[in-house]
């Protein structure tokens, strides 16, 4: 079973910056597509980015321009580089290993990140 370990939340005040990392065990990294979701207490865990094995990146449309998903698969870490972060953007985030077509049943613990001034 993969592991997932997502980091690099905290708080930031608004239009400031962090960047989230997420290191998968095993060694299904380099052929997996990966994902970042994030949730809110009681709302639905949303998508927020993707990243294949080839490296083509999709966003969800809250995110578009603001965030930038990336990967190393020498380290098996994927990363989120957060920019011009809003209140909104305050969540739990969460990393998912999956394929092409679906995500996968394996999540992280998830790592915070408050927006506030």
């Known amino acids: 079973q993969v592991q997932l370990v997502e980091s690099g939340g905290g708080l930031v005040q608004p239009g400031g910056s962090l960047t989230l990392s997420c290191a998968a065990s095993?060694?299904?990294?380099?052929?997996?597509?990966m994902r970042w979701y994030r949730q809110v207490p009681e709302s639905e865990r949303e998508w927020v980015a993707g990243?294949?094995?080839?490296?083509?990146?999709t966003y969800a449309d809250f995110v578009k321009g603001r965030f930038a998903i990336s990967r190393d698969n020498a380290k098996n870490t994927m990363y989120l580089q957060m920019d011009s972060l809003k209140p909104e953007d305050t969540a739990v985030y969460y990393c998912?290993?999956?394929?092409?077509?679906?995500?996968?049943?394996?999540w992280g613990q998830g790592t915070q990140v408050t927006v506030s001034a």
């Open positions: 998912n290993i999956g394929s092409v077509l679906k995500p996968g049943n394996n």
């Open positions: 990243i294949t094995a080839g490296g083509a990146t």
């Open positions: 095993g060694n299904i990294f380099r052929v997996s597509t």
